[in-house]
């Protein structure tokens, strides 16, 4: 009993008077209105005995320094922290991936004239990635982006690509083209000998399909290049 009379004593979300709740007030004011800590606590839902789950949500904030640390962090890493477990990571992972995607959404360009149009937002999407990552800028008739399907993510120098598996989403989809891009998270993006055959081998596999292999793009960090402006893996080089 006089142990317990010396513990801390933590009031539960529950205990909150409900204005003050973070669920409560997104309900009332809508999400705009609460801060990161409050949304991320609303995505996990409860915290661990002595720790609330808005004070656990401002804890990960800290310790990883934002929103953009809490998503480039590893499943395993994140698992490891105290309170939180596989459920709450996978919860908290998919919010941030798709508030993400979102972000990419608003920013992609209705009309891609050039590779240039799209580089910008690969290098945002892929440019940190500790994996590779093969991915499509799928257009139609008029060059507008309708997609921007993940292919493969990691080991793209060791494993083979399976040409069939990056036409998958241009034919589902009845794209007129595709850009393809991937990353070096060495941050060099200076193509390879792979980089170079592989290319060769889509454009060769389109023009069967008619489907037009716009360009290749190597991303690195905070750079980029285009296999088709150095005339590698193009028939006829450079465009």
């Known amino acids: 009993m006089a142990d317990a009379a010396r513990a801390e004593y933590h009031l539960s979300i529950k205990e909150w008077p409900a204005s003050e709740r973070p669920q409560e007030r997104l309900l009332e004011h809508g999400p705009a209105y609460l801060s990161n800590a409050e949304l991320l606590a609303v995505v996990l839902r409860s915290g661990t005995?002595?720790?609330?789950?808005?004070?656990?949500?401002?804890?990960?904030?800290?310790?990883?320094n934002g929103l953009p640390g809490l998503r480039q962090a590893a499943v395993a890493e994140l698992t490891g922290r105290r309170g939180l477990g596989q459920v709450k990571a996978a919860q908290m992972k998919a919010a941030l991936e798709l508030g993400h995607r979102l972000s990419v959404a608003d920013q992609?360009?209705?009309?891609?004239?050039?590779?240039?149009?799209?580089?910008?937002?690969?290098?945002?999407?892929?440019?940190?990635?500790?994996?590779?990552?093969?991915?499509?800028v799928l257009l139609n008739t008029k060059n507008d982006v309708i997609g921007w399907p993940i292919v493969y993510t990691g080991g793209l120098r060791t494993a083979v690509v399976r040409v069939a598996e990056v036409f998958r989403e241009p034919i589902r989809q009845s794209a007129s083209g595709f850009i393809v891009a991937h990353n070096h998270p060495s941050g060099d993006p200076t193509p390879s000998p792979e980089d170079v055959r592989l290319t060769a081998e889509l454009v060769r596999v389109g023009k069967m399909l008619d489907i037009?292999?716009?360009?290749?793009?190597?991303?690195?960090?905070?750079?980029?290049?285009?296999l088709r402006s150095k005339g590698l893996g193009f028939p006829g080089g450079l465009r």
């Open 49 to 64: 005995p002595g720790e609330t789950v808005l004070a656990l949500a401002e804890r990960l904030l800290v310790e990883f």
């Open 212 to 226: 037009d292999v716009i360009d290749h793009l190597v991303i690195g960090k905070g750079r980029w290049v285009s």
């Open 108 to 136: 992609q360009p209705l009309r891609v004239g050039a590779a240039e149009d799209v580089a910008g937002v690969l290098m945002l999407q892929m440019g940190e990635l500790e994996q590779e990552q093969l991915r499509l």
